[in-house]
Structure formats: C-alpha cells, structure tokens
C-alpha cells in the first residue's frame, strides 16, 4: 500500500499594491513601450486568465476599472508584475491620455479566483503614475555632491540632482549610466544615451537660471547658463554650479533639467522636454566634504608619513600625530562648496589668469567644467586658484578642528588635475602632546583621547565657516607616532679622500626616534639605491640601537640614498622611517 500527502492551498483572494517603479513616464512618441513595475503581496501568477492577477486601469471618470490593450501585465511572482505599457495614438485611448501632460493614471488589480470578464473581479487594490511633459526635479531634489542634503548652493559647488523621467532611451528611462565627455580638458554641458553625432541624437542637459526667468527666456541667454555634466542616469544627475551662478547676480536662481535635440536659438524654458523651475538661494559659500563609506569617515588623505596616501578610515591607516611641532602628518581634506576662489597670495593663480594659460577666455573664462593642469600655471612655484591658508590676511573661508583641537591649513583651493569646484585642503594635524587638554578626542561624552602610547583613535573633523560650524559629522583615524629625526653630522656630502682618511665603516649620520614606549626604539636598514629594497651589510649599516648609519666599504662617487626603520621596543606605536641621502665627491 502507498499512501500520498497531497497539500491544497487555498488561492490567494486579495491581492495588494503597495508601490509602482517608475512613478512617472514621460509623454512619449506614438508606438514607445515603457517598463513598470508595480510591487505588492499575493499576487498569483499563472497561464491561466481565471487564475492570474487581472490588471486594469481605474477610469478618472468613477466607472468600473478596466483592462486596456496597450498594457501587457505579466506576474513575476506574489510580490511583483512586470507591465510593457505603449503609447497610443492621439484620441484612441481615453484611459491612457499620454498627450495630456501631468495626466495620472490609476491601476488597478484583482485576484479572479476562476471567474471571467473585463473585469472578472472587484477591484482590491489600486495605485498611481503620472505622465509627464519631460523630466521632474523631486522636492529637496537638489543637493550638495558632498551632504546629499538641498542647501543654498556656491558657484562652482559639486551637486547631485534627483528626480525622475530625466531621459529615456529604447522606450523606457535610461537604465545605464551616462558619462560626459571631456573635451580639451573641459566636461562637457551634455550627456546623451544615442550615439554621438548622430541624427536626432539628443542631449540630457542642466541649466542655472536667473530668478527673472520665464517660460519665454530662451535658454541661450545671458540669464541661463549649462552646468557641465559629471554624469547622469535617469533619476540622478552629477553636475557642478557654473561659475556665473553668483549671489551677486541674482539672489534666487531656479534649476532646470532638460532632455530633447540640441538646442536651438529659439529652444526656450517653457519647450517641450523641460522640467518645472527648481528655485534655490545662492549662496558665496557652502562647505562640504566627500564621504568615503557610509560611516562617514571622510576623504582625507594621508599626504606626508609613511601612511601618504592611504585614506585615513581605519585604524591600520590612522594619520600620525607627533610631539615635535610640526612633525605631525599633513593630510589632505577632499570637498567642495567654498565658491570662487580669490585670494592675494602671490603663488595662487586667480581664475582669469588660469583661463588665460589654458587659453580659455573666450569660451570658458569661469572655467565651468576645466581641469586644472598644472602644465598651465605660469611658473613651477604656483598652484591652482586658491585661497590665503591659516594664519594670513585676509582670514581663509573655512577653519578646521580635528578631535576638539585646531589644525593649520597649509593649502586651501582647487585640487590639481580635478574639476574646477573639488578643493583639497592640505591640513597640518596638531602636535601629539602630554597634556590632556591639548590631546584629540573622540568627541563623545566620556572621552577617549590619543595618548603618547596609546592606539588609534578614531576623531571628528569640523569646518567651520561664516555660516558657523558645520553640522556634518566627519571622521578620520589618529593615532601617536615616534618623532624619527636625524643629527646630519658629519653630513651629507663626503669626499673620498675624507673617508679614506677616516677608514672604515665611517659614520656619516645618526638617525634618533624619542618619545617611543619603551625603553628604546630598534633600527633597520630597509633599503638602500645600491641593493634596492632587499639590503644586506655589503654598503650601508645602522646600529641596532645607537642608530649610527655607517658607510661600510669604497663606494663610487655618486649620490645615494638609505633607508632606516625604527621599530617601538614597547610595541605600540607604529614603525617610523626616514631615508637619508649622501653625496660621495672625489
């Protein structure tokens, strides 16, 4: 005898919608197909017409909700439906009326449990998409790249755009990720999904707008100007503030989106493929900075120190602080938002002379978009547009505390070989110090602090400028360090003769690590430029403990280099190198 265990499920009688993807669908041309996906619970998918999940458009006008003919629904699973839904010609479908812009439609679903019809059940749930006439800036949909948060935006500030319908491409939104050109070192004001050049290719576009603007100003005017692209994808777009976006020039400048062919002499903001007026008060200054993780550990990087660049968000890459003032590592802050540089320092560029090495004047001389190459500043000792640092008149825009205690800004402006807009701040850390009031913190309520011996800590990093301090909340890892240092006698160029004199091995530096945790720090050679990475006694030497780098044999005239590594005999403080060079004359 065999006995069987058949399970009878009962069918699911309520089906739900909970969300649909996307919420809007562009007007479209006739013949188009979009992609929509709605989401819900117990929805039931089947070959079968009396069993699948029946969908269906609600009539704006209260009748009994409907399937259409040009929506396709197919039930992917009890969660989720795939709709192909098409454009139809003008006046031949009442229930889907894509030549209304900001018509909305209403879907509509049922679970038919073996019944036929159109419907063959009561409506059990509904949900809604809108058409529209081109792309929708979302309310706060403007933001700094830096804070994802909508603010009072600075020229130059690097944003991103959310919204919706911002291109299509095939039928539906753009799926990939659009990326702009650079073109003679400059991004460009477009991105497109078609094949550049060609015909009827069109451009996804980004335009700051004076606040007088209307729907006649045409958008090649002197009150609208194209921010470059960094790149877009159908519901975010990377772009950057032109520099013509001051608040000297319009209090309230209005952001639109638009998608569509080239434009034209007579393409204006009220065209078709443009988004409502995204209004925002500009600002001279809007600080931020750039995340690495959603920790937010900031892009700071270690640009000094054995630790030169390695990004400062792990104990294993924390930045050294060291008691010898000025001996900390220098670490180099990524952000954005402080507006148009200017300054009087005499090694700064200014904008203009920057347009004019890179023969931009006429066409970029707010260098929207440029990266700057350091082949176009006028002499080897200057620097990208930039402001004054720490300490000099007139006062730098933004200041800066790192684990509670002040840090000196060395370099404050434009990143080289960046995007006009990304600045790198060059940041000084503190001195490790003895004195608990004077040592970096974590900042919370019952405080660590980095000690002389302790581990890595990781500590806040604050900005702060003329709209007060920052709310941000950024962090970075320190942690104390040896002070490695060397006497330079008898120095660093030695005849041969003088060694001669001398015999051999002749000493010619000492390296010394204080304020280690033990009770005396141990050397090492690690590498020298006549055995590379892998150095044995045959050239170079170093005392185990006295540090004394000594010359070991006759070696040619040149110049050479050595490395020594110290290493904390208490174990706690990291390994500290120094590389010596020596120059060997007749």
Do not use: H
Not at 139 to 152: C, D, E, K, P, R
Not at 223 to 228: D, E, I, M, N, W
Not at 239 to 257: F, K, M, N, R
Not at 539 to 551: D, K, L, Q, R, W
């Amino acid at each position: 005898m065999v006995n069987f265990i058949v399970n009878i499920q009962s069918p699911a009688t309520t089906a739900t919608l909970t969300g649909i993807t996307p919420g809007n669908l562009p007007s479209g041309a006739v013949g188009e197909t979009f992609a929509v996906t709605l989401y819900g619970s117990r929805f039931v998918a089947s070959a079968s017409a009396l069993q699948a999940t029946f969908v269906g458009v609600v009539p704006s006008n209260g009748g009994n909700f409907q399937k259409d003919p040009n929506i396709v629904a197919t039930v992917n699973s009890a969660t989720s439906i795939s709709l192909a839904i098409t454009v139809p010609a003008a006046n031949t479908d009442s229930l889907l009326p894509f030549t209304t812009a900001g018509s909305t439609v209403t879907l509509g679903v049922c679970n038919p449990n073996g019944a036929a019809g159109n419907p063959p059940c009561v409506l059990q749930s509904q949900i809604s998409f809108t058409i529209d006439n081109g792309p929708i800036i979302a309310a706060n949909g403007v933001t700094s790249a830096s804070t994802f948060l909508a603010a009072n935006l600075a020229p130059y500030d690097i944003v991103s755009i959310f919204g919706s319908n911002f291109c299509v491409s095939g039928g539906t939104g753009c799926t990939g990720v659009l990326t702009s050109q650079v073109v003679g070192e400059v991004y460009q004001n477009f991105v497109t999904p078609d094949v550049p050049n060609s015909t009827g290719e069109r451009f996804l576009q980004v335009f700051f707008c004076k606040s007088n603007a209307t729907a006649a100003t045409l958008i090649q005017s002197t009150s609208c100007f194209a921010a470059p692209l960094l790149f877009a994808t159908n519901s975010q777009i990377n772009a950057i503030v032109p520099g013509e976006a001051l608040s000297g020039t319009s209090t309230v400048w209005d952001v639109y989106v638009r998608f569509g062919l080239a434009v034209t002499p007579t393409t204006t903001l009220g065209s078709a493929g443009v988004s409502p007026a995204y209004a925002y008060t500009a600002a001279t200054i809007d600080p931020g900075v750039f995340i690495v993780d959603s920790n937010n550990f900031g892009a700071i990087v270690s640009n000094s120190g054995p630790m030169a660049g390695y990004v400062t968000n792990s104990a294993t890459q924390a930045a050294r602080l060291r008691q010898s003032p000025g001996t900390s590592d220098v670490i180099d802050i990524y952000m954005t938002g402080l507006g148009t540089p200017g300054t009087t320092q005499a090694s700064c560029m200014t904008v203009a002379n920057y347009a004019t090495a890179a023969s931009l004047t006429t066409s970029n001389g707010f260098l929207d978009g440029a990266i700057l190459d350091p082949s176009n500043y006028t002499s080897t000792s200057m620097t990208a547009p930039c402001f004054a640092p720490s300490g000099t008149t007139p006062a730098p825009p933004v200041t800066f505390t790192v684990g509670g205690q002040n840090a000196t800004a060395l370099y404050i402006g434009w990143a080289s070989d960046s995007v006009a807009g990304l600045y790198q701040i060059d940041l000084q850390l503190p001195a490790m110090s003895t004195s608990q009031a004077s040592q970096l913190s974590d900042g919370n309520a019952s405080p660590t602090y980095v000690t002389p011996t302790g581990p890595a800590v990781q500590v806040p990093v604050v900005v702060t400028s003329s709209l007060g301090a920052s709310s941000q909340l950024i962090y970075m890892y320190a942690q104390p360090a040896m002070t490695l240092s060397n006497s330079n006698t008898p120095g660093d160029s030695v005849s041969l003769a003088a060694m001669l004199s001398s015999g051999y091995p002749y000493n010619f530096d000492t390296v010394t690590a204080a304020n280690n945790s033990g009770s005396g720090p141990t050397y090492t050679l690690t590498a020298d430029s006549l055995e590379g990475n892998s150095p044995t006694t045959t050239y170079f030497t170093v005392g185990s403990t006295t540090g004394a780098v000594n010359i070991v044999k006759a070696i040619p005239r040149g110049t050479y280099t050595v490395t020594i590594k110290a290493a904390d005999t208490g174990g706690t403080l990291p390994d500290e190198y120094i590389t010596l060079t020596i120059t060997v004359g007749a």
